[in-house]
């Protein structure tokens, strides 16, 4: 792969630049520093973008504009957004229990970052090539029921409670088809952790070589990831007609904004994860064969192919909340209970026979 | 002293903290969070041992499934801001003493055995050796185990259908 | 990197977390009224205490969860090791999953599981 400017080679210069001034602790130190404020500013990146893209896409899809006054075309929309959260009082309800309210905005912002440390955004870039990482992810994944639940028990108001009880049984239904759907893919590219899983794609992605029960598996982690975000058409927890808020009815201010962002930044990186295990990652496209267009798409950087996956999977995400209406909780869990986990069951036993018999590309 | 020693000790008096203020608060939600804290301290030591497939079976199952069921049967049993009553005198009088009678027999088995400490490679915690080690229906594979946990699994679930069915129909 | 990324992560989460509320709690006035205090039901008041009588079913459904997330983290050791062994982890797994997914069945013969 000849690529101009490689982001591991600016990478591995930052890093014995440093090393060359200061004492290797220090110079780890200070990597640390830049890992974390690189990490940070994706995140307030992704949502700010992800703000302004869902509403111009809510509006080009109700055949209206978004968005347009604040800024050219309404791109401040976001940052208008973040200073009226700032500005309002963050209430705390008197009967409530005071810690565990104040609390569960940390637990849901710092499980939302957990779960980016084993994503590799290109060859090399990645926090922590964990040999587990696709099971980390899981793991972290299912931490996120916790803060909701909290939310909703120290609110002291029967709507949040019941809004945080639905939330927690859908979200946790939901886990096990999303789990058995990466199974899949572990399964074929015999290996847990995420380089390898991409490395494994390198002849082709996922949904291409392992045909059907790949791309059934995809379409299941597809759904699983917008229910388990609590998205639209799955998400009656917290819709505003529904049960006002839902488990985040009585918090205002940042602290809702916490909850919110916590809500992208989990789309965002359910989507990586998406791109990495099934579109490959920061793998280009090949077709066998074609030479020349195989050497031209190996120009295209593989952040940039990276981040188009990611934006595609959002896309649909995003698509699916101004599409379809919204389901009941009991039409929600008989969904996941009757039809999805079934399906992904035998999909799991599908796949591995096809891939004993060496049917896959 | 390494970094590494320092922060065990970090996370075992996490781990500690936690789990004493689980046990001596009164309102009980509360409780079931710090035991999370606690569990994910634990998750935290395997860590520091290098055994992270472990670790995130422990955050998967404990955390993400016991500690979310427990919480469902508070939201089922208890009112929020309820607090629990003061424990008797004597009940902690007897808590004190079997905790202390416990602590003296571990102390005891642990300076009366002889750790070697070896140079030898640690055992491989990977996914892949647990796995063939699992699959393994030779002498020392684990294949049999295996299936009978397949079949404790059932018996768990059809148990808990009973009882609970049982309780909805009442 | 390495596993201090972990910490990392979960100090720059909480850091973000601390500055933003904190920045909101500095910039907004305050302005005490009882009223804020109490629990939003859409403009009424409260009636009764917060405890309802919450359906059983819903405790059916962690339960049921937790027993296949179980089963679902036995299957990741033979994912990572199947291609390498073959037909006898294949054998090996059918025979798992069959016991369990009976387990499936049997949950939605006895309405546990649609019981809304």
Redesign the interface.
Same mark, same amino acid.
């Given at each position: 792969m000849q690529l101009s400017i490689s982001l591991l080679e600016i990478t591995r210069a930052i890093d014995s630049w440093l090393n060359s001034i200061f004492h290797p602790h220090v110079a780890f130190g200070i990597e640390l520093v830049l890992a974390g404020v690189a990490v940070i500013l994706l995140v307030v990146a992704m949502a700010v973008l992800m703000v302004y893209a869902e509403r111009k896409l809510a509006g080009f899809m109700q055949m209206r504009l978004g968005p347009m006054r604040v800024g050219k075309y309404g791109s401040m929309q976001a940052i208008a957004d973040v200073m009226k959260l700032l500005l309002k009082e963050c209430l705390v309800p008197t009967n409530s229990d005071k810690m565990m309210f104040k609390l569960a905005p940390f637990v849901v912002t710092v499980v939302s970052f957990m779960t980016i440390v084993p994503i590799a955004f290109a060859r090399g870039i990645q926090l922590w090539d964990i040999n587990i990482g696709v099971f980390y992810i899981t793991a972290v994944s299912s931490l996120s029921v916790i803060g909701i639940l909290m939310a909703g028990w120290s609110s002291n108001n029967k709507y949040s409670l019941l809004g945080a009880m639905r939330s927690g049984a859908q979200i946790v239904s939901y886990e096990l088809s999303g789990g058995l759907a990466l199974i899949v893919v572990v399964m074929m590219s015999g290996t847990l952790s995420i380089s390898g899983i991409v490395q494994a794609q390198a002849d082709g992605w996922w949904v291409i070589k392992g045909h059907i029960p790949v791309i059934i598996a995809f379409v299941t982690f597809i759904i699983t990831s917008t229910a388990e975000l609590n998205r639209a058409p799955f998400d009656l927890a917290e819709a505003e007609s529904e049960l006002t808020a839902g488990y985040h009815t009585e918090y205002s201010g940042m602290q809702f904004a916490m909850f919110f962002l916590s809500e992208y930044t989990n789309m965002f990186v359910l989507s990586m994860v998406a791109a990495t295990v099934f579109l490959g990652g920061w793998m280009p496209f090949h077709i066998a064969g074609l030479e020349g267009f195989n050497h031209f798409m190996d120009y295209i950087p593989g952040i940039v192919w990276f981040f188009g996956k990611t934006f595609f999977i959002l896309f649909l995400i995003v698509w699916f909340r101004w599409t379809f209406p919204r389901l009941r909780i009991d039409q929600l869990l008989k969904l996941e209970w009757k039809y999805l986990l079934p399906v992904s069951i035998i999909n799991v036993l599908f796949a591995a026979f096809i891939a004993l018999m060496g049917w896959y590309l | 002293m390494s970094a590494s020693t320092i922060i065990f000790y970090i996370v075992s008096a996490l781990v500690l903290v936690f789990g004493a203020m689980s046990v001596f608060t009164r309102?009980i %939600?509360?409780a079931a969070?710090y035991l +999370?804290f606690s569990l994910i301290g634990i998750a935290g030591i395997y860590?520091?041992m290098n055994m992270? %497939?472990i670790a995130?079976?422990q955050? +998967?199952?404990y955390? !993400? !499934?016991?500690?979310? +069921?427990i919480?469902? #049967?508070?939201?089922?049993t208890?009112?929020?801001?309820d607090k629990l009553p003061k424990p008797l005198f004597k009940r902690i009088v007897a808590g004190a003493s079997m905790a202390a009678f416990g602590l003296i027999v571990v102390l005891g088995v642990f300076y009366k055995t002889a750790f070697k400490v070896t140079t030898e490679a640690g055992i491989d915690h #990977?996914? *892949?050796s647990? !796995? *063939?080690q699992?699959?393994d229906?030779h002498h020392h594979g684990y @294949?049999y185990p295996?299936?009978i946990? #397949? %079949?404790l699994?059932?018996a768990? +679930? @059809?148990g808990?259908? @009973?009882i609970? @069915?049982k309780?909805?129909k009442k | 990197m390495g596993s201090v990324s972990i910490l990392l992560l979960m100090f720059c989460g909480f850091a973000f977390a601390a500055l933003a509320i904190g920045l909101g709690n500095k910039l907004s006035l305050k302005r005490y009224n009882p009223e804020k205090g109490e629990a939003y039901e859409c403009g009424m008041e409260t009636q009764g205490t917060t405890w309802v009588q919450f359906h059983v079913g819903y405790y059916l459904f962690a339960l049921v969860f937790l027993l296949f997330d179980v089963e679902i983290a036995f299957l990741y050791p033979w994912a990572v090791v199947f291609k390498e062994i073959g037909m006898v982890a294949f054998i090996e797994i059918v025979f798992f999953v069959l016991v369990l997914f009976l387990g499936l069945l049997y949950a939605h013969k006895k309405k546990a599981l649609s019981w809304m």
């Open positions: - | 309102k %939600f509360r969070i +999370l860590i520091l992270d %497939f995130a079976l955050v +998967l199952i955390v !993400g !499934g016991i500690i979310v +069921l919480i469902f #049967s508070i939201f089922l208890h009112q929020a801001g #990977s996914a *892949r647990i !796995g *063939r699992m699959l229906y @294949v295996f299936e946990v #397949s %079949f699994l059932l768990a +679930l @059809v808990c259908i @009973v609970a @069915v309780i909805q | -």
